[in-house]
């Protein structure tokens, strides 16, 4: 699940500039089935909250990364490989590209997340006390209230083959400060090695 502070669809996810001009951002995941080499990384989640000055490609960005506390020191050095890109092929995962983009990495916390998503009915929750807390929930018609569903196909997206967008409210507290409704969201399940996402 990942929000930012775009318009609903966030052009970044059609190559163009972001809504605002900047981009600002909160991502969790939930690993159902994973591992890191031998590492197992099942169960686990981490989250991470992220600004960026400009577009994410022009760089100078922060990030705040929180690594699930139930996770056992093999797990957090695993988690924390993972989420830098270090493994990654240059521009094949999402991880590479963000961290390629940041000069400032605050220290990792290990924390309990609270985490819970819905893709078909585009609707999560994750939280992390403290320090971030994003809600997803269906579009609605600003006229009727009825729930607007989009679902978007990206057969070469770094991010995610299929992914169902949503409506989201995000506060942040911490190092980096991000309060909104009403914004960018989406939701998706993927399955992702350090080559990129399978499709």
């Not at 669809?9 to 909160?26: E, H, K, R, V």
């Not at 299929?162 to 914004?183: C, F, M, P, V």
């Amino acid at each position: 699940m990942a929000t930012c502070n775009c318009a609903y669809g966030c052009p970044c996810q059609f190559n163009a500039l972001p809504t605002q001009g900047n981009c600002t951002a909160s991502v969790a995941m939930r690993i159902d089935e994973g591992h890191y080499g031998k590492v197992k990384l099942d169960g686990l989640c981490w989250a991470g909250v992220f600004a960026w000055p400009g577009p994410i490609h022009e760089g100078r960005g922060q990030v705040q990364p929180v690594v699930d506390e139930k996770a056992g020191p093999e797990q957090r050095e695993a988690l924390l490989a993972i989420l830098s890109g270090q493994d990654s092929v240059p521009g094949a995962t999402y991880f590479q590209v963000f961290a390629s983009m940041v000069e400032k990495v605050h220290e990792p916390l290990f924390k309990p997340i609270t985490f819970t998503a819905d893709v078909a009915k585009a609707t999560g929750h994750f939280k992390v006390e403290g320090v971030v807390d994003s809600k997803a929930e269906p579009i609605r018609n600003p006229m009727t209230g009825a729930v607007h569903r989009a679902t978007i196909t990206l057969p070469k997206g770094f991010e995610y083959s299929t992914a169902e967008y949503a409506s989201s409210t995000t506060r942040t507290q911490g190092k980096i400060a991000l309060d909104w409704a009403g914004r960018h969201a989406h939701l998706a399940m993927i399955h992702i090695t350090g080559q990129g996402v399978v499709h």
